[in-house]
């Protein structure tokens, strides 16, 4: 009933720039907390940044500076711009999304497929 999609990755040098997207469909009543974690090979999934319903975010520290999320409650939508990327950034991108399908206020978490994000030296 609901499908988070994410887009917007790729190549790029380091030092460049890529902004992700990343937008839920299907039956929504809600979102909370719309975040990106990013996941490279042979490392776990880890909390890249988060985003509450009010605007409320929050950031891993390797990146504050250089990333900005954003949401665009009306889309269901939430993007991620990533500034001055480094190698390390290099991973498959996931989105997060916290849905309350129907008003019943009780939240889910959905995934989307994952985005690659390479950036080279």
């Known amino acids: 009933q609901v499908r988070v999609v994410e887009s917007g990755g790729g190549l790029v040098q380091a030092g460049g720039s890529l902004r992700l997207s990343c937008a839920a469909s299907?039956?929504?009543?809600?979102?909370?907390?719309m975040s990106w974690y990013r996941q490279a090979i042979g490392k776990q999934r880890d909390l890249v940044a988060a985003i509450e319903s009010t605007g409320r975010t929050v950031y891993v520290d390797s990146v504050k500076g250089r990333f900005t999320i954003s949401r665009d409650n009306a889309k269901n939508t939430v993007y991620l711009q990533m500034n001055s990327l480094k190698p390390e950034d290099t991973a498959v991108y996931y989105c997060n999304a916290d849905i309350s399908p129907y008003s019943d206020y009780k939240y889910l978490d959905y995934w989307g497929q994952g985005t690659q994000v390479t950036v080279s030296s």
């Open positions: 299907g039956t929504i009543f809600g979102i909370k907390w």
